[in-house]
């Protein structure tokens, strides 16, 4: 594969991870650091490119294992392959794209920026999310948005068991069937917003063959927002 | 009214007063009671233990001008900035939300003072805390509430919390009188609801996970710090082993005594072990991988007095750390406060309910009138004051024992007051060498 010569190439079967992590932290945001760098041979490891704080557009050639982009901040990760559990946890902002399929709890307590899989993604997924935005173009699994404080949970296949349970206020969108919803978590009208807020993030997540209509909204019934004493007399 | 028991009434011990209350309020509100504090029952605890001081076959230290270390290091297992403390008792977790923002830096000020570390808790990490502890350990919880890789490279040591003493299994909880606009925006919460937060942890599910988990952190932060994994003490034998497999620098072991900002009354009484049996299966846990001392053992869970220090390290912690102590010392369930304490149907010495946010000493609260009585830099002071006497006195008792660092002190000096707590401690029964289930008899 050709490669341009300002991007940064790491081969991770020749390099340790520490070290890539490393290089990867020690950015200088004044100085010209390569912005583009590819890793290749990833070969499932764990906890890879995670903790970036860089505006660094970072192209993962292979599989990734758990928590690659862990925490991101600012950084565009890219992972051409499938990744592990908690891929893009507690992302903070920037955007993390999964071409192939995600593990578990994918995006999970993220509180901002944008994740992005292109595949299915699998059990708790968006789990107690804090404001990050996630956009799944296939299905998810069982227990996905459980405790979610905030954000938007795009799903454009099917959702599994549980979706949404003890949620707060995040929006969920599900354009397939949903096998399930979780305690506190009931269907909403689609609104006019919903819609716009739909198109705009399909957008982002450069997904065009789907229409906001198509889409079903859930949300907080706020049941259990508070503990039920009975005072009545 | 009160009213004095005559002579020929018998209360039951079954159903006893306190009982009967609990019985009666249970079927006037249909919800189980809600407290802070820890358990109130009595248990086997340090107060069932005895130093025996040297005598012709040792020799002590003379009481006060001899040299008797209380450094520790923590965290040099992995981290490369491990955790120089100089005296081995700490501040236990306590979040933001739970405790006024005075509080938290009060405990800062004190615990920097002599040089010691605070905890955040499950809440996030404030500035004041930040700059009033030169020691700062950042809690990783179920929740993840305010959590940041930010505040996770301003600390000096992460501690990834699976559970506490006072609630092994449970997750957090924070009424919505507490949740002002603050807490609420630190924790992404609307304002105002009950919040229950989680029991798990969101991305990783059993001890193989928990070893990635910490990996991930170690990568985040460069391999610097110290990371911890505290656990409240149940199955503590095997927890403490798979905590070291997973690659903790640290176990901080919570005993059932440990106090809670708020829990079921039922969870608190009934779940978990006491801090006595604890320490004696984390050590053996430790020393049969041969990292007893490597990986350093925090005891948490009704540390009050030097002595308690004392006997902890003796049974073999690295050092101790104190949550419900600290508030007391800070000025919680004062005299001073009585009358206030009458008008919201408690008294001075029984105030559990910290999880109401109308604590009179402005201790556990969010309301700002009642944060404001609360100086925190005479609250610093106290906590210094009392963190110095708890030293001097763990310092005195193993004078006595001959020992000229607190560390050597051991289990051989200690003996048992009763058959339970010989058999939980693992020390011999006073006048005996017996030591139930360890050697044979019963």
Redesign the interface.
Known sequence: MAVAADVEVVDLATTA??DL??RL?DLDPDAPDPRSWRIVNPNGA??VA??L?ALVDVEIVGHV???CA??N?RATVRVRGNAG??VA??I?SGSVVVDGNASQ?AG??G?GGLVVVHGDAGA?CG??M??VDIVIRGSIGHMSA??A??GTLVVCGDAGEALGD?I??AHLYVRGEVAGLGADCVEKELRDEHMAELRALLERAAIADVAPAEFRRYGSARQL???????AY | MAVTPDWHLRESYLYDRTTIAEIQRAAREGIYDIRGFGAKRRLPHFDDLLFLGASVSRYPLEGYRERCGTDVTIGTRFASEPLELKIPITIAGMSFGALSAPAKEALGRGATEVGTSTTTGDGGMTPEERQSSKTLVYQLLPSRYGMNPDDLRKADAIEVVVGQGAKPGGGGMLLGHKISDRVAAMRDLPEGIDQRSACRHPDWTGPDDLEIKIHELREITDWEKPIFVKIGATRTYYDVQLAVKAGADAIVLDGMQGGTAATQDVFIEHVGIPTLPAIPLAVQALTEMSLHREVQLIVSGGIRTGADVAKALALGADAVSIGTAALIAMGDNSPEYEDQYREIGSSAGFYDDWQAGRDPAGISTQEDELAARFDPVVGGRRIANYLRVLTLEAQTLARACGKSHVHNLEPEDLVALTVEAAAMARVPLAGTDWIPGLNGRY
């Open positions: 991870l520490r992590n490393q932290h764990h906890a995670c903790g704080d294992g758990y928590y862990g925490m901040k559990t908690g946890e507690n903070m709890s999970a307590t509180r708790r789990i107690s804090k404001g459980f405790m404080q905030r003890s707060y206020e927002y508070n503990f039920k004493v009975d005072n």
